[in-house]
């Protein structure tokens, strides 16, 4: 099975600029070798979705944006990230502010046992902003952003866990936001809800990308289709490392694309 | 909701109509260029048929784009799926057009059989059909797509019309034959337009209700 | 019909007779077994309210032992000495309690966490008479006296393990994406561990420290070789002392754990050993005073949970 090792694209000139770059990645857990060769570039302010089949790694992926691997005991990483130019991966570099420059939303909403206020200020007030002048603001504006003021500006004191799923999905969205991220990771953002909160988290994501760069784990192919500009295919090796296969608009990847491998994957056929 | 899919629906639309105008244009002007004996102009036709079929492609593209990416269902499904078929039929009707030119080209210098009238009528006719066809299907306007085929029996009626006149010069002068035979496959093909613009009106309905209903004419498709 | 269900029909009649009558046994064994369990714990209920409810009166409560023959009297000494006994114990145990515990939950596997789960099973088993005479020979010796100082420690030491396991316990019920999630918006693992972690499972935390509280309040043989006895121990008075003789805050404190102190369980054995029927008597009030103590430890930990559970469910 050959294996494109240089899916490795500049920028795309008036495709905005690439804000992540990924060279020769490789993800070990102990001696187990999960991610091999991994060569992407994220484009600016844009939707880039990753999809392949279960257990290829594209989870292991995008916990590297934000080197939330580094929580798992035993995992190692070799190549490099680069968000704007610097590799997030050098030593001596902060992982507090990585973390606080690229954002995440888990598969399962996860709120804090807290009010919905103290949910998306518990963000900022990390960072030691505590004027309560400076809190409301903030939480008002994420609140806004991840459109769920209207529904719960009047309970913002309310625990966060009283939401229904959509909304308590769209709260950690506002705590997402809440630390002006650069960078949006979404890990099967919309697994556990209904097709219609599923429809408003994709709609939303619409809206985010004008001023957020989001990087989207998906097994839906169809939420990828709709909703991404460009889309990734991964699939494992014989070595079950996860290899990236293809990576190119959405639009190609889903009416021509052009490994064998993705259209199977695409029309269902796979497996 | 849904608003990137319904910005991408009015893109095509948008798309379909100026396909529709230059498809119009063409037949008035292959006309024009077959009455003013303006040879250049007939060249011309060619160039703008190809810009034709390559906005087709460009729509069939963006269809196949926007079927793919948006899983449209229903109403959606069949909007789009109709917009392929009037593409195609749009393009088609660029073809008629071109094979105007093409018997202009061929004319060459050789005079009408006398001054066109009833030719450029069925083109004035058919193009304005299309135009308000065209319409109805994108304001799905099911009233007005219902209205419009009936509108070709004055189309066959012209075509009869050229018909027998042309019949008459063959039999007062043999000779004249050939350019007979053209000026009746210009008739045809405008007879043609017009048979294709019910074709659209059928679509609208369809997009609507959900059922294929063959409008046929007044009088009978035989030629 | 298939085969299946032809042999499912023959055997519908007999089989779901059977089947019924096998259901209501069970029913009534579990139920009988049930109530047998139960049994036990009425009886002593019961007993000691029957027998000890006929000397409790507000006296009971708000005054210092008599001598024998002088009627009234009270075990205050013992209210006092068992509050602040266990309150120390409460105050050493806390702390390295809940913070090993964290420790263990985060770290299972390093040496130290490994030695950590180890040393407090180990720890808990101990017989708390052999805890007792560490205390003695750790505290008491040196300092020359028996205090409530020496009891809070031995009692803190039995509440260890308690309180490590049940907290390490409840932080590995929350959900690890809790964590995550803080951790993906740039908190550090402690001020995860204090803002996010230490509140999701702090009910069940609470549970487990009351637990122990209640467990340790009835211990009588450490507190026999720590604090001896003290039928004069009255807070007030050593607070009214102190501050007559213009004595510090934290002297006066001192002074009121540096001292021998009275406990109830300590109370109980003393009085039950004697011949005075009035001593037994008052045994038996003491005995229902401490349960009294435990069961108003218990609902009051059950209320508070449920009070804030119901707020943070919203």
């Not at chain 3, 299946?4 to 019924?20: I, P, Q, T, Y």
Request: aromatic fraction near 8%; include cysteine.
């Amino acid at each position: 099975m050959e294996i494109s090792e240089s899916v490795f694209k500049p920028a795309v000139e008036g495709d905005g600029v690439a804000k992540v770059n990924i060279k020769d990645l490789a993800v070990y857990y102990g001696k187990f070798r999960a991610l091999a060769g991994i060569n992407l570039s994220v484009h600016e302010k844009r939707i880039t979705a990753i999809i392949g089949p279960s257990g290829c790694g594209k989870s292991t992926l995008l916990r590297s944006f934000n080197r939330m691997n580094d929580l798992t005991p035993g995992c190692r990483v070799q190549g490099e990230i680069s968000l704007d130019g610097e590799n997030i991966y050098a030593p001596g570099v902060d992982v507090v502010d990585i973390r606080r420059r690229v954002g995440m939303v888990f598969q399962r909403a996860n709120p804090f046992p807290k009010s919905i206020y103290d949910n998306v200020a518990y963000g900022p007030r990390l960072y030691g902003i505590h004027r309560k002048a400076d809190l409301d603001e903030i939480v008002e504006k994420s609140i806004h952003q991840a459109a769920l003021w209207e529904e719960v500006k009047d309970k913002l004191h309310q625990s966060g866990l009283s939401l229904s799923g959509g909304q308590q999905q769209r709260l950690c969205i506002a705590r997402a936001l809440a630390v002006e991220p650069e960078v949006i990771l979404m890990d099967e953002p919309a697994s556990a809800l209904d097709p219609i909160s599923t429809l408003r988290i994709e709609e939303l994501m619409q809206e985010l990308k004008k001023d957020y760069t989001i990087i989207i784990v998906t097994h839906n192919m169809q939420q990828a289709a709709r909703v991404s500009d460009y889309t990734a295919m991964m699939m494992i090796d014989e070595q079950r490392a996860g290899r990236m296969i293809e990576y190119d608009h959405t639009n190609i990847i889903f009416t021509r694309p052009k490994d064998k491998r993705t259209e199977d994957y695409v029309t269902g056929r796979f497996g | 909701m849904r608003k990137t899919f319904e910005s991408e629906i009015q893109q095509l639309k948008d798309e379909l109509l100026l396909l529709g105008s230059m498809v119009e244009q063409q037949i008035l002007d292959s006309v024009e260029s077959l009455k003013q004996r303006d040879i250049e102009a007939s060249r011309h036709i060619y160039k703008t048929d190809a810009q034709i079929n390559a906005k087709r492609y460009a729509i069939e593209e963006q269809v196949m784009i926007a079927i793919a990416t948006q899983q449209p269902m229903a109403h959606d499904l069949r909007l789009l799926a109709s917009i392929l078929e009037v593409a195609g039929e749009l393009e088609r009707m660029g073809d008629y057009a071109k094979g105007i030119a093409t018997v202009s080209i061929r004319m060459g210098d050789q005079p009408l059989l006398k001054p066109l009238i009833d030719i450029p009528r069925m083109a004035q006719k058919s193009a304005d059909m299309l135009h308000r066809a065209l319409t109805a299907f994108i304001n799905e306007d099911v009233a007005a797509a219902r209205l419009i085929p009936a509108e070709d029996d004055e189309v066959d009626g012209l075509y009869t019309q050229v018909y027998h006149e042309l019949m008459m010069f063959v039999i007062q002068d043999a000779k004249v034959i050939e350019r007979a035979n053209w000026l009746l496959w210009v008739a045809h093909n405008l007879e043609r337009v017009a048979d294709r613009v019910t074709n659209i009106c059928e679509r609208t309905i369809f997009i609507a209700t959900g059922e294929i209903k063959e409008i046929g004419s007044s009088s009978d498709e035989s030629t | 019909m298939s085969h299946f269900a032809e042999l499912m029909e023959r055997n519908r009649v007999s089989h779901g007779r059977r089947r019924k009558v096998a259901n209501a046994v069970m029913l009534s064994l579990t139920g009988l077994l049930t109530a047998l369990a139960l049994v036990p714990l009425f009886w002593i209920i019961g007993y000691v309210i029957l027998k000890g409810g006929q000397y409790i009166n507000l006296d009971f409560f708000i005054h210092l032992p008599r001598p024998l023959g002088m009627p009234g009297g009270g075990v205050l000494s013992a209210i006092e000495g068992t509050l602040v006994v266990t309150f120390l114990a409460a105050l050493f145990a806390i702390p390295p309690g809940v913070l090993a515990a964290f420790y263990a939950a985060r770290y299972p596997n390093t040496p130290l966490g490994v030695v950590l789960r180890f040393s407090t099973d180990v720890l808990s088993g101990v017989p708390s008479i052999v805890v007792g005479l560490f205390a003695y020979s750790v505290i008491v010796v040196p300092m020359g006296h028996y205090s409530g100082l020496a009891g809070g420690a031995a009692l803190a030491v039995i509440m260890l393990p308690t309180i490590i396991r049940t907290t390490e316990e409840m932080l590995k019920l929350v959900p690890a994406t809790l964590r995550e999630a803080s951790l993906g918006l740039g908190a550090p693992e402690w001020k995860t561990s204090l803002n996010v972690l230490f509140p999701a499972a702090s009910s069940g935390i609470l549970t487990g420290f009351l637990l122990a509280l209640a467990r340790a309040a009835g211990e009588t043989a450490p507190l026999l070789m720590t604090t001896l006895g003290n039928e004069h121990f009255n807070i007030s008075q050593i607070f009214t002392a102190g501050v007559q003789g213009h004595k510090s805050i934290f002297t006066i404190l001192w002074s009121i754990v540096n001292q021998p102190v009275d406990s109830l369980p300590l109370t109980l054995w003393k009085y039950a050993q004697q011949p005075y029927p009035e001593r037994v008597q008052q045994a038996w009030a003491v005995a229902l005073v401490l349960m009294l103590f435990v069961l108003i430890v218990n609902a009051t930990a059950r209320v508070w949970i449920q009070r804030r559970n119901r707020l943070m469910k919203g």
